[in-house]
Protein backbone atom coordinates (compact mmCIF):
# COMPACT_ATOMS: atom_id res chain seq x y z
CA UNK A 1 0.00 0.00 0.00
CA UNK A 2 1.30 3.41 -0.99
CA UNK A 3 1.11 6.84 0.17
CA UNK A 4 0.04 9.47 -2.72
CA UNK A 5 -1.19 13.58 -3.12
CA UNK A 6 -3.71 12.93 -5.03
CA UNK A 7 -4.17 15.72 -7.80
CA UNK A 8 -7.86 17.50 -8.04
CA UNK A 9 -9.86 16.52 -10.67
CA UNK A 10 -7.99 12.83 -11.63
CA UNK A 11 -8.76 9.49 -11.80
CA UNK A 12 -7.53 9.18 -8.00
CA UNK A 13 -9.90 12.27 -7.02
CA UNK A 14 -12.77 10.88 -8.45
CA UNK A 15 -11.95 7.34 -6.93
CA UNK A 16 -11.54 9.71 -3.57
CA UNK A 17 -14.95 11.25 -3.84
CA UNK A 18 -16.75 8.38 -4.36
CA UNK A 19 -14.91 6.91 -1.20
CA UNK A 20 -16.26 10.11 0.31
CA UNK A 21 -19.69 9.92 -0.75
CA UNK A 22 -20.40 6.49 0.11
CA UNK A 23 -19.01 6.69 3.62
CA UNK A 24 -19.17 9.89 4.75
CA UNK A 25 -22.22 11.74 2.91
CA UNK A 26 -24.93 8.59 1.80
CA UNK A 27 -25.40 7.09 5.24
CA UNK A 28 -26.65 10.75 6.47
CA UNK A 29 -28.92 10.85 3.07
CA UNK A 30 -26.33 13.47 1.65
CA UNK A 31 -25.32 13.56 -1.73
CA UNK A 32 -21.26 14.51 -1.65
CA UNK A 33 -21.74 14.68 -5.60
CA UNK A 34 -24.94 17.80 -5.28
CA UNK A 35 -21.70 19.75 -3.60
CA UNK A 36 -20.01 22.53 -5.00
CA UNK A 37 -16.48 21.00 -5.22
CA UNK A 38 -14.52 23.99 -6.64
CA UNK A 39 -13.00 25.03 -3.97
CA UNK A 40 -11.46 21.93 -3.42
CA UNK A 41 -8.82 23.05 -6.17
CA UNK A 42 -7.32 24.85 -3.33
CA UNK A 43 -7.31 22.06 -1.36
CA UNK A 44 -4.20 19.32 -0.55
CA UNK A 45 -5.65 16.18 -1.23
CA UNK A 46 -4.00 12.72 0.12
CA UNK A 47 -4.71 8.90 -0.17
CA UNK A 48 -4.08 5.16 0.85
CA UNK A 49 -3.66 3.13 -2.84
CA UNK A 50 -3.46 -0.60 -2.87
CA UNK A 51 -3.82 -2.13 -6.61
CA UNK A 52 -4.45 0.89 -8.53
CA UNK A 53 -7.70 1.42 -6.19
CA UNK A 54 -7.91 4.72 -3.48
CA UNK A 55 -8.92 2.99 -0.54
CA UNK A 56 -8.21 5.65 2.23
CA UNK A 57 -8.42 9.57 1.72
CA UNK A 58 -8.63 12.67 3.51
CA UNK A 59 -7.80 16.54 2.45
CA UNK A 60 -6.19 19.37 3.73
CA UNK A 61 -7.89 22.56 3.68
CA UNK A 62 -5.13 25.44 4.47
CA UNK A 63 -6.32 27.70 7.18
CA UNK A 64 -3.27 30.00 7.16
CA UNK A 65 0.65 29.06 5.90
CA UNK A 66 1.29 27.51 9.30
CA UNK A 67 -2.52 26.03 9.96
CA UNK A 68 -4.54 23.33 8.21
CA UNK A 69 -7.64 21.37 8.77
CA UNK A 70 -8.30 17.96 8.15
CA UNK A 71 -11.04 17.14 6.79
CA UNK A 72 -13.27 14.00 5.32
CA UNK A 73 -11.10 11.10 6.44
CA UNK A 74 -12.10 8.09 4.71
CA UNK A 75 -11.03 4.67 4.97
CA UNK A 76 -12.44 2.22 3.05
CA UNK A 77 -14.80 -0.42 5.07
CA UNK A 78 -12.70 -3.70 4.35
CA UNK A 79 -9.34 -1.44 5.31
CA UNK A 80 -10.94 -0.33 8.35
CA UNK A 81 -8.93 -1.19 11.90
CA UNK A 82 -6.15 -2.25 10.01
CA UNK A 83 -3.49 0.97 10.60
CA UNK A 84 -4.47 2.35 7.11
CA UNK A 85 -6.01 5.39 8.35
CA UNK A 86 -3.48 5.74 11.10
CA UNK A 87 -0.38 5.45 8.41
CA UNK A 88 -2.58 7.93 5.92
CA UNK A 89 -2.97 10.43 8.83
CA UNK A 90 0.68 10.24 9.89
CA UNK A 91 2.20 10.52 6.33
CA UNK A 92 -0.09 13.89 6.10
CA UNK A 93 1.14 15.04 8.77
CA UNK A 94 4.83 14.74 7.64
CA UNK A 95 3.80 16.34 3.96
CA UNK A 96 2.53 19.31 5.59
CA UNK A 97 5.06 19.92 7.80
CA UNK A 98 7.52 19.76 5.30
CA UNK A 99 5.35 22.54 3.86
CA UNK A 100 5.73 24.74 6.82
CA UNK A 101 2.70 23.94 8.36
CA UNK A 102 2.73 24.10 12.04
CA UNK A 103 -0.39 22.68 13.34
CA UNK A 104 -3.31 21.05 12.56
CA UNK A 105 -7.02 20.63 13.73
CA UNK A 106 -10.13 18.77 12.71
CA UNK A 107 -13.81 18.20 13.67
CA UNK A 108 -13.85 14.21 14.36
CA UNK A 109 -17.36 12.48 14.81
CA UNK A 110 -17.53 11.68 18.47
CA UNK A 111 -17.03 7.77 17.38
CA UNK A 112 -14.03 8.51 15.57
CA UNK A 113 -12.76 10.88 19.11
CA UNK A 114 -11.01 7.97 20.25
CA UNK A 115 -8.86 7.20 17.24
CA UNK A 116 -7.64 10.68 16.95
CA UNK A 117 -6.90 11.06 20.44
CA UNK A 118 -4.25 7.80 19.74
CA UNK A 119 -2.33 10.25 17.36
CA UNK A 120 -1.92 13.00 20.03
CA UNK A 121 -5.03 15.08 18.72
CA UNK A 122 -6.26 16.61 21.50
CA UNK A 123 -9.91 17.76 22.25
CA UNK A 124 -10.66 21.94 22.25
CA UNK A 125 -14.48 23.15 23.10
CA UNK A 126 -17.94 21.03 23.33
CA UNK A 127 -19.38 18.58 21.46
CA UNK A 128 -21.63 20.17 18.33
CA UNK A 129 -23.64 19.21 15.34
CA UNK A 130 -22.21 19.26 12.07
CA UNK A 131 -24.07 17.34 9.22
CA UNK A 132 -26.62 16.17 11.58
CA UNK A 133 -24.43 14.06 14.19
CA UNK A 134 -22.13 15.03 16.95
CA UNK A 135 -18.36 16.25 16.49
CA UNK A 136 -15.88 17.27 18.31
CA UNK A 137 -12.93 19.93 17.60
CA UNK A 138 -9.40 18.40 18.12
CA UNK A 139 -6.12 20.21 17.70
CA UNK A 140 -2.54 18.82 17.08
CA UNK A 141 0.80 20.70 17.14
CA UNK A 142 3.22 19.47 14.71
CA UNK A 143 6.00 21.40 15.86
CA UNK A 144 8.03 19.83 18.83
CA UNK A 145 8.00 21.12 22.39
Known sequence: MKFERIPFRSDRYDQACQLRHELLRRPLGLDLFAEDLAAESAYRHYGMI?????????????????????????????????????????????????????????????????FYEKLDYKKEGDEFLAVSIPHVKMVKSLVQE
Do not use: F, H, W
Not at 75 to 85: I, K, L, M, P
Open 50 to 114: EEDRVVACALAVPVTPEKAKIRQMAVAVEYQNQGTGRQLLRNMELDLKQQGVKSLELEARSTAVG
